[in-house]
């Protein structure tokens, strides 16, 4: 009979590539009862698996040298059939992996997901957010643009500021004294090798240890859990409990894999919409650039902006560490039976905090404030302003002499300095005289005694003179 | 001891003698870049002396490799000031907060960084923003009226 021989086909895969046990072990087991954030683990697994299947089909056309780099990725996103979309995926998971990881490591400590038993799984987790962290720079260091360049030169200068072992950092990175040939094949290794191995291995484990552990379930966030075998005990009746518990296919699965299908999506439409992420020129050393970060590190580069000089080595330095030691030892730091967000005030204030601050900081760095620039276009005349063809002479040489590289006029221009226009105070002739020639010691301002002629300087005063007012009737 | 024990130990003992002969000499030559220190040219011209006039600031262009085409990266450049005739500075481009590349802004004489508001004086000295050092100076010296600077007396990213 052709159906019995058919059973008789499945039955023998099923045993010998041991299917049941899979089914039995992992699909069919129950589970406390997961809400739909617990979907998130899901959600960085699937975005994963797109970075390794994408990466891969990159890497069929990626040149990882000196020559080769820029016009290869260039060739990906311009010329290659569908090319541009397979990088677009590629760097949107890749965003949005850091995006809903640090979400998975801030949940975890709003609930306290990393309580007995699950020190492992948090250890792990920890390590894995770090590795992630770092590949996210280094595959945008192999676009080899402007971006990139100064995207990795800032990376080795923050190693060189390590004690004692900092230049060899710098030189083990560089693979030899300068940025050259055998740098990209490093960054290319680590990010398309060494880093993804880790990351497969630890997520292979973090996975394991999810399956042995469970995730928090409704019991525990309810109740205080003071240790491993009361856990085990709670988490056990609410995985076999008709409304605490449910069974992990298709139940759990449908649930978490909604939350990945939401992330796919935005990762899809963003991929349609921006594409993948943009060329700069090629990496070079030579012209004058404006080099960004990308975006998940605009907070990182706000701090970096609002640093006081003598805290800076300390700082870029002692940052990811003490992050790391903090991370690592919250575990055995807080030793509180409480767990659920309703029961951790404490770690609600501090995560908002940390959310507040992150966000902050990302707007700040988009405006910049700190931004002096030189820029060879005199500052518009503000409305309202009639200028005399004397004061206006004093607008061209404001430019000239680049005193709109840090003084904006009514808005235009850098946002360093005071804007001249709107500063709040009105200044005397002789008062801007002696600020310009003399400028006091505290403020960063170079002095111009002996550049500028009686009669620039007195143009110049006289162009302000009719804009400082601008704002005062 | 016991059979049991010893061929435990044996276990332990290979797999760490196996994982020693392949590791060991991988991450020694992974990291050999540090062993090896700062190898190669030295010195390299940056252009006769009398291109760069007294008193001014001037961008100039160090070929990394003599020889041939110049290739992405082999070329990198600096700024060249010279106070006086017998006096010649060459600078690092790169910002000594984090590696950004510094421009030269002839009109208020100062250099600008693009990334965080770092400003640096006409002589390197650091006005504003987050750099906690002057401007990183290359080693310099003129050969038959030529500028050359020594490329290992700056950090190696700098």
Known sequence: MAGERMKAIVDWTLDRFAVKQIEKGLLDRRVAKGTWYHGDGAALFLLFKILLITGAFLALSYTPSLDGAYSSVRYITEDQTLGWFVRGLHYWSAGLMVLVLVFHLLRQILLGGYKSPREGTWLIGVLLFFAVIATSLLGYVLRWDERAIYGLRVALNLMYRVPLIGESLVLIVQGGPHIGEQTLPRIYAMHVIFVPLLLLALIGYHMYLVVMHGITGPTERSQPVSDADEQRRLYKADAMSEERGETFFPSTAAKSGAFAGVVFLVVVVLTLVLGPGYLYPEANLVKSSFPMEEWWWSWYSALAGLLPPWLATTFYVGFPIVLFLILAALPFLDRSPRRGLRNRPVAVVVVSVCVIVILSLGSLRARSPWMAFPHSEPPPVPDGVQLSPYAEQGRQLFAQFGCNSCHAIDGHGAPFGPDLAASGRVLSHAQFRKIILDPPEEIAMPPYEGRLTDEELNQIIDFLMHVQITRHR | ?158
Request: glycine share 12%; hydrophobic share 35%; with cysteine.
């Open chain 2, 1 to 158: 001891m016991e059979r049991r024990t010893l061929l435990t130990k044996l276990v332990h003992g290979g797999s760490a003698l196996v994982g020693l002969v392949i590791g060991l000499p991988a991450l020694i030559a992974g990291i050999s870049p540090a062993l090896q220190g700062r190898r190669g040219e030295r010195w390299r011209p940056l252009g006769k002396l009398e291109q760069f006039p007294v008193g001014q600031t001037q961008a100039a262009i160090i070929e990394h490799e003599s020889e041939g085409e110049p290739r992405p990266l082999s070329r990198q450049g600096v700024y060249v000031w010279r106070p006086t005739a017998d006096e010649v500075v060459v600078f690092s481009r790169s910002c000594t907060d984090l590696g950004c590349p510094i421009i030269w802004d002839s009109g208020s004489q100062c250099f600008y960084c693009p990334c965080h508001g770092g400003i640096f004086a006409r002589d390197g000295s650091r006005m504003a923003g987050p750099p906690d050092r002057e401007l990183f100076r290359y080693a310099n010296r003129v050969r038959d009226g030529v500028l050359e600077v020594d490329v290992f007396s700056v950090p190696p990213m700098a």
